[in-house]
């Protein structure tokens, strides 16, 4: 909804344009504008709240099947009907506020969190013509909201009036500042590499194969490699995901800083958490993956909104897949992974960009050359920082009784 | 009222307001927010005589409100500190007691 | 176009006089982060939209969370947040200062020459700004980095009070 279509691309590609610009056609012309935003607004809301309610019964059924087990499959079709019997449990269930809560901010904590975690999937590019929002600075926004939705946590934390709650907001945004900083500076090489802040522009650096059949992907690059690990490894702290699931796991102060919250307010946090995953997973293959290009050039026949349907739904089953592998860190094992190592990682991966950008013009026999120092400069620090943080944390040896 | 002159009266009004809040009120971390504001306000005039002064060199009104903030920010972290410091000698955080420099 | 910057206004003043008169603590730490909202709606207003989103990454997103520790560091019981005004006097004389520095502040911008004929709105792109920070500008981009960094560190030790750590602290 950015770039003007052009009649040279396919009519897959030009469909939703063609829906949107039907639908805006029928209203007059002073409320086109609104209608079109009105229009993106609604798309957004519907896709990402099915894919939220699918994605709940998907992750039950993969953690089911790692652990042996079939999940979810009494409701409907394999369990097709579940998110929606979920959904019909969590809107009758009794909303409970504490008599001594904050009833202000206890209200306005899910609201808020809900609010921004859906502004940020305004400057996602989902397709070639399909950029909701198209702006000379929208990978800045994006971090700058999801930096606000941190607020609720506290809101709601501490609206609830219960020491343990408190505790807990408190631990989930440690966690949360201290995996803000990877985040932040992973992403940074891209711009670098990209030369722009706009999403758009940072796809549009990606397009292209080299040699005819190796995309130009950031992710094929060293530096790119490392910061798409430690963008990952970080927006799986950002969204409370296990292995970071410290403030919402069951086992840890109740349920954390949503204690006190019942019915569809608890809902609203689960539904904020999911979007806080969709989201990061559509920025990282905005800026690591491609976006919306396609692997091959034989394959571009196949619209663009299909590729990053694609990419998405594989980050999230990758998310998924995780939560059912490895255990849960602790508070300091986690908040000592993100400064201790994570940010120097980081800081040298820019190094590592700088480097790669400045031999942009090495050819021929230095090529290798390139890759080999490149490779080098991510893959050294990375095992020596290892190995010196986990001195002491040698093999388990099992004693039975 | 010309816009620039609306502008200007908006961030003369806020700076009032945190003045008055700094002033009065005696704890500390609400004299920090009151620095704040102002500081805030001032900032808001820079953006005010980008958008509708005359002007030669144009990025120069965001550059510089951009790096007010970053001082802003390293600011309020010093003072925050500070307040938590305060804290730990006196066990409260009201301003008017912090006047003695023995620790 | 009146209409939005008298709105915007009315909403981050009102959220801010709340703020400094609130007896609560933390209302008044949310109600300013609102008020920062605000500021940086009028950044957008402005048009300056880099200048906006970074007042929102640093305001609202990291100075909020920093003074809402600092409040919840500093109490000796779960309700020891309230904040009572102090006495009437010293509110009556802040109000009055407050008032004239107001009103000081507002003759100056009513009677200043400013010239009132509409400007085209300055557009900066992003890459404009780099070249700016990295070209002209580098020298105080290396010294703010370096404020910061001198900064952030000398907060850290104050407020970590400078104590010997414990050892069963090291894992």
């Known amino acids: ?45 519907a896709v990402f709240g099915l894919l939220f309610a699918f994605l709940t019964l998907a992750e039950r059924k993969i953690l089911g099947r790692v652990q042996n087990r079939p999940g ?18 969590m809107l009758t269930k009794e909303d409970i506020v504490p008599r001594a809560a904050d009833p202000v901010l206890h209200f306005l904590a899910p609201v808020a969190l809900i609010a921004f975690s859906l502004l940020t999937f305004s400057v996602i590019p989902y397709g070639r013509f399909l950029l909701p929002v198209d702006m000379d600075a929208s990978v800045l926004f994006f971090f700058a909201i999801g930096a606000a939705t941190e607020l609720s946590v506290f809101m709601a934390g501490w609206s609830s009036h219960n020491k343990y709650a408190l505790f807990a907001a408190m631990r989930a945004l440690a966690q949360l500042i201290s995996y803000e900083l990877p985040l932040l500076l992973s992403v940074v090489p891209v711009v670098l590499a990209a030369g722009t802040l706009s999403t758009a522009g940072v796809v549009a650096a990606q397009s292209g194969w080299k040699w005819g059949f190796v995309p130009h992907w950031h992710v094929f690059t060293p530096w790119g490699a490392a910061a798409f690990a430690i963008f990952m490894v970080s927006a799986l702290a950002e969204s409370n995901r296990s292995p970071f699931d410290l403030p919402e796991a069951e086992s840890e102060l109740i349920a954390g800083h949503l204690t006190e919250y019942s019915g569809f307010k608890y809902a609203l946090f689960f539904m904020a958490e999911y979007f806080a995953m969709c989201a990061l997973s559509g920025m990282a293959v905005t800026l690591f993956l491609g976006g919306w290009h396609a692997p091959l050039p034989l394959l571009e026949f196949i619209p663009s909104y299909f590729w990053f349907a694609l990419k998405l739904l594989a980050l999230l089953s990758g998310f998924m897949w995780v939560r059912a592998t490895l255990p849960r860190l602790r508070i300091d094992q986690l908040t000592r992974l993100a400064w201790k190592f994570l940010v120097p990682l980081a800081l040298i991966n820019l190094g590592t960009a700088a480097f790669w950008s400045l031999t942009i013009a090495w050819a021929g026999p230095l090529q290798p050359l390139r890759w080999a120092v490149s490779l080098a400069l991510v893959a050294g620090p990375f095992l020596l920082l290892g190995r010196r943080l986990s001195t002491g944390l040698g093999p388990r040896t099992y004693r039975y009784a | 009222m010309s816009h620039l002159q609306l502008c200007l009266a908006f961030s003369s009004v806020l700076f009032a307001v945190g003045l008055t809040g700094a002033l009065a009120r005696s704890n500390s971390i609400l004299v920090l927010l009151g620095l704040e504001l102002m500081l805030t306000a001032a900032i808001m005039n820079f953006i005010a005589f980008w958008r509708f002064g005359p002007s030669h060199a144009p990025a120069t009104g965001v550059i510089f409100a951009v790096f007010a903030i970053a001082v802003a920010a390293a600011e309020t972290a010093v003072g925050l500190a500070l307040v938590i410091s305060v804290y730990r000698h ?14 | 176009m009146n209409a939005v910057l008298v709105i915007i206004a009315l909403v981050t003043v009102g959220a801010a006089v709340v703020a400094m008169s609130g007896r609560n603590l933390l209302h008044s730490v949310l109600l300013l982060t609102v008020s920062w909202a605000g500021v940086a709606a009028f950044y957008l207003w402005a048009g300056a939209e880099f200048v906006a989103f970074a007042q929102l990454l640093v305001y609202v997103g990291a100075i909020s969370m920093a003074v809402l520790f600092a409040v919840l560091l500093t109490r000796r019981s779960r309700d020891d947040v309230a904040a009572p005004p102090a006495s009437r006097s010293r509110g009556i004389y802040a109000i009055l200062s407050g008032a004239a520095v107001a009103a000081v502040l507002l003759a100056a911008v009513s009677l200043a020459p400013l010239s009132s004929a509409p400007t085209p709105p300055p557009s900066v792109t992003v890459r404009q700004l780099g070249d700016q920070l990295m070209g002209p500008h580098a020298a105080s981009l290396l010294v703010i980095a370096a404020l910061l960094t001198v900064a952030l560190i000398g907060a850290v030790v104050l407020a970590a009070g400078g104590s010997p750590g414990n050892p069963e602290d090291e894992p």
């Not at chain 2, 006196?90 to 620790?103: D, M, S, T």
Request: charged letters at 20%; hydrophobic letters at 45%; glycine letters at 10%.
């Open chain 1, 1 to 45: 909804m950015s770039l003007p279509a052009t009649t040279d691309s396919s009519l897959l590609e030009r469909a939703p344009l063609i829906l949107r610009d039907w639908l805006t056609g029928l209203l007059p012309g002073p409320a086109r504008w609104a209608a079109n935003g009105l229009i993106k607004i609604v798309a957004i809301l």
């Open chain 1, 72 to 89: 979810p499959n009494r409701t409907g079709w394999f369990g097709l009907l579940q998110p929606f019997a979920d959904g019909i449990k």
């Open chain 2, 90 to 103: 006196q066990r409260n955080i009201r301003l008017p007691e912090a006047n003695r420099l023995r620790g």
